[in-house]
């Protein structure tokens, strides 16, 4: 590799609003995030799934129709 391109790769902290800390390989210094594997809704499993209905039932929804 040719000497001075490439950023240098140090140890990184991640910080998440929820108070979770990762540390990580990176480029960056000491990231600041707002949602991690921790508290997003998705890897909690908190997701909500609104399937009923289809897209014809949400615009009759929506206008009043149904």
Known sequence: MKEGLHPEYNQTTITC???N???VGSTKKDLKVDVC???HPYWT???RKDTV???ADKFKKKYGLA
């Open 21 to 23: 800390i990762i540390e």
């Open 17 to 19: 609003a929820c108070g």
């Open 53 to 55: 209905g289809g897209r």
């Open 37 to 39: 594997s921790k508290c």
């Open 45 to 47: 499993g908190n997701l």
